[in-house]
């Protein structure tokens, strides 16, 4: 794979490709070449732990003429214009870029796809990512066709970068007379990729859920907030055999989790 960072502007994008593109700024769209169907890694949120991942993005390709080449840019900031600044040298404008292939489907119609690789350490990595980075990302498109007519859209839709999290659940004392206090605890934790470790995520609503043994159904018992630290405490009634667990239901930078079920024996 080829990468690199573009250039301040996304009318740059196009040159990066080898295409002269004039006026190709934010939000501008030249509409020659028809663009569907475009996906970040199946349509699913982009997350990040602690290690490379690497992710696909492809789109549909339209024109008469057929498809010579097509870009994708995820970039962030006012506008295309005008990215955020270098963050210490490592991501150029905010942006990532590389070259797409594209594979005809028929005379008139091609499907392009490239790899888009996300690091979170800067020791392998000239463009790590940060803690910073995590959010709402925007994306440009750019097709080109074989008689050099084109469209780039500097915002054709978003893509959400999430650093990645972990749920734990404990409940006991187990076995447990029916009628006695069960204590449930538990911690959630996400990446972070200033530290390169999982630290604990603060002061967010978990919900405690049960289900009872012989049902595959959970039902949220009550609503606890995560300590300073990411650790979760509760205590609840002892009533029949069961799986405690913990959900949290995500935020804009961090993905939705479920612990596991820990069973508990109620006598």
Known sequence: ???????AVLG?????????????????????????????????NIVVGLYAKTITVSG???????????DFVLWRGPDGANPYDTYDD????NQYYSHADC?????????CSQTISLEPDWRYSGTALTNAHAGTWKVSVQGVANDDSWTHTADYTTTRLQRQSQLTVNAGPEPIAQGES????????????????YRGYTNQPVRLQFRKAGTTTYTTVKTVYTSSTGNLTTTVT???DGYWR???????????VKATGDFVDVQ
Do not use: C
């Open 1 to 7: 794979m080829r990468k690199r960072a573009a250039s």
């Open 12 to 44: 740059a994008v196009a040159a990066l490709a080898g295409f002269a593109v004039p006026g190709a700024y934010a939000g501008e769209t030249q509409t020659d070449v028809d663009i569907s169907n475009v996906s970040f890694d199946g349509g699913k």
């Open 60 to 70: 549909t390709f339209t024109h008469p003429s057929g498809i010579q080449d097509a």
């Open 90 to 93: 490592r991501i150029v404008s």
């Open 103 to 111: 594979v005809a489907s028929s005379a008139t119609t091609s499907t």
């Open 182 to 197: 069960l204590t449930v605890t538990g911690k959630l934790t996400r990446a972070n990729w200033d530290t390169l470790d």
């Open 238 to 240: 002892a009533s029949e």
């Open 246 to 256: 913990w959900n949290f239901a995500g935020t804009s930078t961090t993905p939705a």
